[in-house]
């Protein structure tokens, strides 16, 4: 990643000011002083971008912007369809794979449901080991329109 940064940061200089300069500004004095800056606020900005997009990711958009707004410790009163989704027998089944492999297997199971309930308006308020708790809000609306997908697409499995 530091590489890359690097390369777009020459890239940058050479395509902004090369003609202007004439490229006097490519001294040793320049990678001393200017070069770890550039390579500093670059790395900088690339945690920062990745801890909002993986924050998100975890918490969702909507909790992540209430609480960065402040209206997180505010309660509001509101209508919810709440899903306790479990895994059955993850006891036995850490026993007969490993704890390795089941966290694996869990951290795979969490990724996959993602991108289905937030397609059908899901959000996530909390995962509790192999359990994670889904909210929907409710609506007048008898039956939700899904993101693109008809109703007879949606299967349980």
């Known amino acids: 990643m530091t590489v890359v940064i690097v390369i777009v940061g020459l890239s940058l200089q050479i395509a902004l000011y090369a003609e202007s300069l004439q490229l006097r500004w490519l001294t040793a004095h320049w990678f001393k002083t200017t070069l770890p800056w550039i390579v500093a606020i670059g790395l900088t ?10 924050t998100a990711r975890l918490i969702g958009g909507p909790l992540l912007a209430s609480i960065v707004l402040g ?25 007969k794979l490993g704890e390795l492999r089941v966290h694996d297997l869990i951290t795979r199971f969490f990724f996959d449901i993602d991108e289905p309930i937030h397609d059908h308006g899901g959000s996530f308020l909390s995962y509790v080991g192999d359990e994670v708790i889904v909210t929907w809000a409710i609506t007048d609306d008898p039956a939700p329109q899904c993101r693109g997908r008809q109703r007879s697409d949606v299967r349980i499995v």
């Open 45 to 54: 900005m690339s945690v920062m971008v990745g801890v909002v997009i993986e």
């Open 71 to 95: 209206t997180y410790q505010r309660p509001v009163r509101e209508q919810l369809i709440v899903m306790f989704l479990d895994l059955a027998d993850s006891t036995s089944l850490a026993e």
